[in-house]
């Protein structure tokens, strides 16, 4: 079943679900009127059915491979690079003074997912750029603005993230990569990375790489870390390339999947960078990149899903097996017909997620108002957990669904599984997220929680009237999450640690829940029905999850070792 963008899906929550309406109604996005709307949402479709999606198989069966020192791409992967390059999409978000488009992140988080759907190898390129892009548009001077931002934006050059060492992975702090002044504005940077996304290619003129590293004199730990722009080519003052640089594709890891995305081990060996933003400051810069990551990397999970679910809906529609009524195949079988249902119902939701946390970043940038960036902070990690997993339990019963052919490769179906499964581990593991929520973003005391919280039940409130049954389910289950977050905060680390993890997933099958509802109150019968399903089938899971969190930690850290050895 050749890919199809949800373009309706797209355009339904974002005129009906996630309050995008506030979005086109600030002066700063004023122009995202729902006529550019439909002409963004219309080309990005026709580019990632017709171009994209047909180099899907390329990256798997033809990897990139390192071939004397040069990286060499799938076949297709350069024209592919070069559709998304000269349509814009890089740079959807960037500022318009550095030649961006200064559109929503809404709308650039529904371009991504389409892209995502069609190719997430060659995805995972342009969405680093972005998060590079971003970075630099906060952080760098303006020389390093000026040189580097518009080359990235048009697509001549491409970022990268250089965080994780052998030796220092989720600890950043432990890293030994150095730099040292030489003298005349740049530093001397020396080290070795791993784990590179895209680290090289052969499509593009530059890849200038952001690249973590510890002054002379920076302390022990993350407060000692300095960021540093360190380019393959070093450029002149107008952006002429002139030297290559000393640094080098080492090594290309041999990955479960993702085959067509290229992931180094690179050794710094003296490399020339500049510093973007303050000694000693690399963190905070960093972390600009990798919220943005954070983000696309959730719609990552959520566009390998909606892929993995096209595949098996194509598949159970044609496949006759058994003795089935009507047409005779496996889509009328009950527990095919459910497993498909979970699927789409658990997409549905993970977007809404994904489009709310958008919304929340655009009405941050255009309003300033500390609610809305409080509200994005606390979805980043709700977003990116939460797509990644059901990235992953899509695909998976993508196979299912196939039954012993999903096992074989030539139907597509493992690859979806396969590409997807590490977008749960990059950019912070998924417990990692759920940390992040419990403690960092629980800092005011749950305030953005309950504000979210409070908004849930007031819709279930005014549903109540059409939906008494939905509603009260919905109401129901954020009351609990409510009651959970107050018992939360009220812990110690430990006890919030050892619950992270579904109380994450409990806040997003309640979120999940709320877009279903909202949905459900506006008639349209074929959305009542799958609203209905994720109500009563899948959102009562978040009781069980809740009861998890409220056992706290002393029964996991009451197992020793040894215990877990034996």
């Not at 390998?304 to 598949?315: I, M, R, T």
Request: with cysteine.
């Amino acid at each position: 079943m050749p890919y199809r963008a949800p373009t309706n899906d797209f355009r339904f929550l974002m005129e009906n679900v996630v309050g995008f309406s506030q979005v086109s109604e600030t002066e700063r996005f004023s122009e995202a009127t729902s006529d550019m709307v439909d002409a963004i949402l219309t080309e990005a479709a026709k580019m990632s059915e017709e171009i994209l999606a047909p180099l899907q198989r390329n990256g798997d069966l033809h990897p990139a491979h390192l071939e004397n020192g040069v990286v060499r791409t799938s076949p297709g992967f350069a024209d592919g690079y070069a559709a998304i390059a000269e349509g814009g999409w890089i740079g959807m978000s960037a500022a318009p003074e550095n030649g961006g488009l200064g559109l929503p992140m809404t709308l650039t988080t529904a371009v991504n997912e389409m892209m995502s759907s069609a190719c997430l190898s060659l995805q995972l390129n342009p969405l680093m750029t972005q998060g590079q892009i971003e970075a630099l548009e906060h952080h760098a001077s303006d020389e390093i603005l000026n040189l580097y931002v518009p080359k990235l934006i048009s697509g001549e050059w491409c970022g990268t993230m250089n965080l994780t060492e052998p030796q220092a992975g989720s600890d950043v702090g432990a890293l030994r990569s150095k730099a040292e002044p030489n003298g005349d504005g740049s530093y001397a940077i020396s080290g070795q990375k791993i784990y590179i996304s895209w680290a090289d290619n052969d499509f593009t003129e530059n890849v200038c790489h952001l690249v973590l590293a510890r002054l002379p004199d920076g302390v022990p730990g993350t407060k000692g870390i300095s960021l540093f722009m360190v380019p393959k080519f070093i450029p002149d003052a107008e952006g002429n390339l002139g030297e290559r640089n000393s640094l080098r594709v080492v090594s290309l890891e041999h990955k479960m999947g993702l085959h067509g995305s290229p992931t180094a081990v690179m050794e710094y060996d003296g490399a020339r960078g500049w510093l973007v933003g303050p000694e000693h400051g690399g963190m905070a810069a960093m972390f600009t990149m990798m919220n943005n990551a954070r983000l696309g990397v959730g719609v990552q999970g959520i566009g390998s899903a909606e892929g993995a679910y096209q595949h098996a809906l194509g598949y159970a529609q044609d496949r006759k097996q058994g003795k089935a009524p009507g047409t005779g195949t496996i889509i009328e079988h009950a527990d095919v017909r459910r497993m498909l249902a979970e699927m789409k119902a658990d997409v549905y939701a993970a977007r809404s997620i994904a489009l709310m946390n958008a919304v929340a970043i655009d009405m941050a940038t255009a309003t300033e108002d500390a609610g809305w960036a409080a509200r994005a902070a606390l979805l980043t990690p709700i977003c990116k957990a939460f797509g990644t997993d059901v990235g992953i339990d899509v695909s998976a019963k993508g196979v299912q669904v196939h039954g012993g052919m999903g096992f074989i490769e030539e139907t597509g179906a493992a690859q979806y599984s396969r590409d997807v499964r590490v977008t749960a581990i990059y950019e912070g593991t998924n417990g990692i997220q759920a940390m992040d929520l419990v403690a960092r973003k629980m800092m005011d005391g749950g305030e953005a929680a309950f504000a979210l919280i409070e908004e849930i039940e007031g819709n279930a409130e005014a549903a109540k009237a059409s939906h008494p049954e939905l509603a009260e389910a919905v109401w129901g289950a954020a009351e609990s999450l409510r009651e959970t977050t107050e018992w939360l905060v009220a812990q110690e680390m430990t006890d919030r640690f050892a619950g992270a993890v579904p109380y994450l997933r409990a806040f997003a099958r309640v979120l999940g829940a709320h877009a279903h509802l909202k949905t459900a109150l506006l008639g349209d019968e074929a959305r009542l029905r799958l609203a209905t399903f994720y109500i009563k089938r899948l959102l009562p899971e978040h009781a069980g999850l809740l009861a998890q969190v409220r056992e706290g930690g002393e029964d996991v850290m009451a197992l020793t070792p040894d215990d877990l050895a034996a």
